[in-house]
């Protein structure tokens, strides 16, 4: 039974065409994380939410956009990809507070550009 | 600033052989601390977490860690491995803020030889 789910698992796109990437959970947890892993390395966090409340890192480029319309599904928008954003694109959730919560993680979106 | 150090970029057993990866964190406050296996073009699937309590916790798939503070360190080991558990394995702290967004380190890739 899956519960964080992601759509495609594999996506193609073009140079400088916005992309969009999608999640979505079961699990009724608050937040909602994106990460994006490179090649051979680790995961790197984008942004998350806690409910409706939008946290960016520092570090992460104006080209990638987050929407959350809802409990269940978050999406990643990239607006205009570059060859250096091909990468796994992982969203994970987890419960809210800060607590001892764990975070789901999806099956990953495999982005290529062309 | 958190961060996780995995010495070992990749590390090879003998199947039946007993395994341990080496993880080493820096966090000021007491950690929450993860271990996540993924498998090629996979998302991340939780092996254990240790919150508090008991410095040695067990995991799934014959798995376990302990919490050394005074080192601080997060080792995984496993008594015997399969050929099964050849993937790559990230060791992460939980971020108390927000729900706990993860630092991962870089990941060690475990083959399995028979």
């Known amino acids: 039974d899956a519960m964080v789910i992601q759509n495609p698992r594999y996506q193609v796109t073009q140079f400088g065409k916005p992309v969009t990437l999608s999640c979505s959970q079961t699990?009724?947890?608050?937040?909602m994380y994106w990460y994006q892993q490179k090649s051979s390395q680790a995961p790197k966090l984008l942004f998350h939410?806690?409910?409706?409340?939008?946290?960016n890192e520092a570090d992460t480029p104006d080209n990638f956009q987050s929407r959350r319309p809802n409990t269940s599904f978050c999406f990643l928008d990239i607006r205009s990809p570059g060859l250096g954003d091909a990468a796994m694109y992982l969203c994970?959730?987890?419960?809210?507070?800060?607590?001892?919560?764990?975070?789901?993680f999806g099956q990953g979106t495999r982005l290529t550009v062309v | 600033a958190q961060s996780v150090t995995q010495p070992d970029i990749h590390i090879t057993v003998s199947e039946g052989a007993s395994l341990e990866l080496r993880c080493n964190y820096s966090?000021?406050?007491?950690?929450?601390l993860f271990w996540y296996v993924q498998s090629p073009g996979q998302g991340l699937q939780l092996l254990l977490k240790?919150?508090?309590?008991?410095?040695l916790v067990q995991g799934i798939k014959g798995f376990e860690a302990e919490f050394k503070r005074s080192q601080s360190s997060f080792n995984l080991r496993k008594p015997s491995v399969h050929w099964s558990d050849a993937a790559e394995y990230f060791c992460a702290v939980g971020v108390r803020e927000y729900g706990n967004k993860l630092v991962f380190g870089a990941g060690t890739i475990l083959r399995v030889k028979s």
């Open positions: 966090y000021g406050a007491t950690p929450y």
């Open positions: 939410y806690y409910d409706k409340d939008f946290n």
């Open positions: 994970a959730t987890s419960r809210g507070g800060t607590g001892n919560t764990e975070a789901f």
């Open positions: 699990l009724n947890h608050n937040v």
């Open positions: 240790y919150f508090s309590g008991d410095t």
